[in-house]
């Protein structure tokens, strides 16, 4: 246990196994934002694809038994000088990507000084039996909770303060049996994300994201609500979340890749969702996500039921399902759900076996199996 206090870190935190690291009310570890500081790079999963680069502010790998908890804060101070690296990132993005679609060994892909992909908050890696319970996350670099390879892993009563750039709140990432529940996220991107890698380099991987349970969360979101994808070439199934609550997103429920991805996200249950805005869209499927970059992997969504949402305003559309001609997205179940008002209520191609039950927008009920958007038309513009 930690005595009360704030503490600057000059360094990355390693957790060790079959070790809690306890933080009391009144605790503060305060990182010292100075990239300088989490060198030499470490092995991690940037966006969807390995590399070695700036170390993750927490970290740990292959560790069993790891814990932290408590109600102190963790404050990455991300602010200080890694977000700066946003608007200059594309180069070494583009070129890990690069890395990674042609098979490059790892020890090809070290980012280390003078390179800008922003280091992670908290990435377990191939890590089983983790615990995050009770803390609070504040301005992270980049994506905030990030377990990668990890399996049983519980994040329960954990708040997420982040509003920075990409500071997506929780991104299972290739994990099994992962729970996440009574957690409140406040975040500049993605609430919650579930992923399994990007392209060719998760391919190689092979290793899913599966058995998922997200239950009892509070978002509010300057992007996404509760995702997968778009980094799920490695495959997303059986994901089931209920009873949460959106006060704001741009889409609230959200599945999303393109077709450099292929994969498959199957069998995926939401409900019990209640929302107060989405400016995009309350239930979008999105196969077409930007960021492709011409390949011909058409990622397969099936196997989803959405039931029980309550919505009070979609902006574009209450529904978005956009699938692909030679892969459209298949056995859809939409069923119970109220958006009191909408710009447009649907927009649906390329889809099969879609039904909706008892759904309704601004009062009138739409047809079990609604025709489809016709080729002609063009959407309505859609922000990410």
Not at 17 to 30: C, K, N, S, Y
Not at 155 to 176: F, K, Q, Y
Request: charged residues 25%; proline residues 7%.
């Amino acid at each position: 246990m930690v005595a009360p206090g704030d503490y600057l870190l000059r360094g990355p935190l390693v957790l060790l196994g079959q070790v809690e690291l306890h933080l009391p009310r009144g605790v503060t570890l305060r990182f010292s934002g100075e990239p300088a500081d989490f060198l030499p790079p470490v092995f991690q999963r940037w966006e969807g694809t390995e590399v070695y680069s700036h170390s993750p502010l927490v970290t740990a790998r292959g560790a069993s038994d790891i814990a932290i908890t408590g109600e102190g804060v963790l404050d990455g101070q991300g602010s200080r000088a890694f977000t700066a690296w946003q608007p200059i990132q594309s180069p070494d993005q583009t070129r890990l990507r690069d890395l990674g679609r042609d098979g490059a060994p790892l020890a090809d892909r070290v980012f280390g000084a003078g390179t800008f992909l922003r280091p992670s908050f908290f990435q377990p890696i191939d890590c089983e039996r983790v615990l995050l319970e009770g803390v609070t996350f504040r301005d992270s670099p980049f994506w905030v909770i990030h377990p990668t390879y990890c399996r049983q892993v519980i994040i329960r009563g954990v708040t997420v303060d982040s509003l920075n750039h990409n500071n997506d709140g929780c991104d299972p990432d290739s994990c099994t049996d992962v729970l996440i529940e009574r957690c409140t996220f406040r975040t500049g991107d993605d609430s919650i994300a579930i992923k399994s890698g990007r392209d060719q380099d998760a391919w190689r991987v092979g290793r899913p994201c599966e058995r998922v349970l997200v239950r009892d969360c509070d978002l509010d979101s300057r992007i996404n609500g509760l995702c997968i994808g778009s980094e799920m070439s490695g495959g997303v199934r059986d994901v089931f979340m209920e009873d949460c609550r959106i006060a704001e997103a741009t889409s609230a429920l959200y599945l999303k890749s393109n077709s450099d991805r292929g994969g498959a996200i199957e069998r995926v249950a939401m409900r019990r969702i209640a929302v107060g805005r989405a400016s995009t869209a309350l239930v979008r499927f999105e196969p077409n996500y930007h960021s492709h970059r011409g390949g011909e992997a058409h990622p397969a969504f099936l196997n989803i039921s959405v039931s029980d949402v309550r919505c009070g305003l979609a902006d574009t559309y209450a529904f978005y399902v956009e699938g692909n001609p030679s892969r459209p997205i298949s056995d859809v179940l939409l069923r119970n759900i109220v958006v009191d008002r909408a710009g447009d209520p649907l927009w649906l191609r390329n889809a099969q076996q879609i039904r909706f039950e008892n759904v309704s927008i601004g009062g009138t009920l739409l047809p079990e199996q609604p025709p489809h958007t016709a080729d002609s038309a063009q959407p309505r513009e859609l922000r990410m």
